[in-house]
């Protein structure tokens, strides 16, 4: 079943076009890794999937749904954890999950807050004020709260930027741990994460959409050493491989 | 309701800044002190008119700190996790507002106490002025959504230092317009902070006489027009965060 349908999507800001005529298709359950380099386009095309800015051109479909007639029922069965740490300083970690359970109007949010603090081992900064955190415990904390609404589709943003080796391997178990169950976009800049959590890999290029397959596949269709070699190869079509 | 846990999260972010409860709270009191202690001659400084003054004075740092606030959170991506949310932009609005309106009566609260203690009479009117500075503190509030919706978080602190300085000159909190001349008299008219601080003298003495007709339209246009500002300006941020 697809999760996302993605038509001719577009976004232009005065001369610039961000993201020129995307077209993708998204199965449920997936894990697909949107690559590129910087100014790729990678973050806009987040930003209009996940509904916080309005495509110039074309159409958005989540679980069937329109994404601009259903926007806030589509809102409450995805979430978004950005690149940077969006976390309310001032509160502690347990405080900003409470908070965040409160946006999604959660039911049961005890449970959810202590399975949260389970799966991200956060027992022991749980009553501290977040701005008092690391770098990456806030980016922990950011992305523990990204499923407090146990969302359908979830968009991690570069999601282990700053983090140091342990920790980065420890957010891969938990990514590999939500495939399969829900859609994971994710955005990365690392080579190895991507070939090692996700399905298949998009890759953008000054606001297009290149190049989308497995990485067995994209090594093959360029002759690649290693899907790094791969990535370069399809970036800079084949003047640096 | 989605705006009132918006509102308990604001609440905490701007009770837990030191720095807002002294300009909010303590340089007011300070204030109201300090001036029944020099004695000046005139009505201005009497407390049942200094006291109005300094409750105005006290919602220009509201919008100071409100517009710390909203260009705060626009500038840490919480309001890019919170725009993917089923948040609307009224919930965005009142949680702001509703976030405030604690503070603002711990203000007056405070004032009054402080007020009473240096000799002002207890009485009824209190209560009441208390009521109506809850509604005039809407303008402030909004006004400092507007400015943190437009401007960045250094910004905001530069903006909200204006509008203190201008609530100190146009108000009337510590000389009368007349003093300065026509033209100044033309702006302090045109300006909501002046007729803002008549509301709540007038109500404070029971004199209703203190606030004219252009008091009650300037500061209602000024309301229903920064109120609907905020709300057009940051619903619009929202939607193009990544500008």
Partial sequence: MVAIEIKD?????????????????????????????????KTTTIKMLSGLILPT???????????????????????????????????????????????????????????????????????????????????????????INDPQILFLDEPTLGLDVISRKE????????????????????????????????IMANGNLIAVDTVQELIKKTKAKSFEDAFVNIVTGGKLA | MRMFNFAKRNFKELIRDPLSLIFEIALPIFLLFIFQQIKIPGDTYKLENFTPGIIVFGFSFITLFTATLVAKDRS????????????RAYDFILGYIFSLLPIVLLQDVLFF???????????????????????ISVLFIALGILIGSLV?????????????QLV?????????????????????????????????????????????????????????AVLIAAIFVFQKKMLNANK
Wanted: glycine share 10%.
């Fill in chain 2, 113 to 135: 106490v402080v007020a009473c203690l240096l000799g002002l009479k207890i009485t009824f009117n209190i209560i009441l002025t208390i009521l109506i500075s809850l509604v």
């Fill in chain 1, 9 to 41: 999507l577009t976004k232009k800001y005065k001369d610039k076009t961000a993201v020129n005529g995307l077209n993708l298709n998204i199965e449920q359950g997936e894990l697909f890794a949107l690559l590129g380099t910087n100014g790729a386009g």
């Fill in chain 2, 168 to 224: 100190c000159f146009t108000s009337g909190m510590y000389f009368s317009k007349d003093l300065i001349g026509k033209g100044f008299a033309v702006v302090c008219d045109v300006l909501p902070f002046e007729g803002s601080l008549n509301l709540i003298k007038g109500s404070l003495n029971h004199n209703y006489a203190l606030i004219s007709v252009n008091d009650i339209v300037v500061f209602t246009l000024y309301t229903v």
């Fill in chain 1, 57 to 147: 051109m074309g159409s958005i479909k989540i679980q069937g749904m329109d994404m601009t007639k259903d926007t806030f029922r589509i809102k409450s069965i995805l979430n978004v954890s950005p690149q940077e740490t969006a976390i309310a300083p001032n509160l502690t970690v347990k405080e900003n999950l409470d908070f965040m359970a409160g946006v999604y109007q959660i039911k049961d949010k005890d449970r959810k807050i202590t399975e949260l603090v389970k799966q991200f081992k956060l027992e022991d900064v749980l009553n501290k004020r977040v701005k008092t955190l690391s770098g990456g415990w806030q980016r922990k904390v950011s992305i523990a709260i990204s499923l």
């Fill in chain 2, 76 to 87: 840490s991506s919480l309001l890019i996790r919170l725009g993917t949310s089923p948040m």
């Fill in chain 1, 171 to 202: 957010l891969w178990q938990v990514i590999q741990g939500l495939k399969g169950k829900i859609t994971v976009i994710l955005t990365t800049h690392y080579m190895e994460e991507a070939e090692s959590l996700s399905n298949r890999i998009g």
């Fill in chain 2, 152 to 164: 960045s978080e250094k910004g905001a602190g530069g903006v909200g230092s204006v509008v203190v």
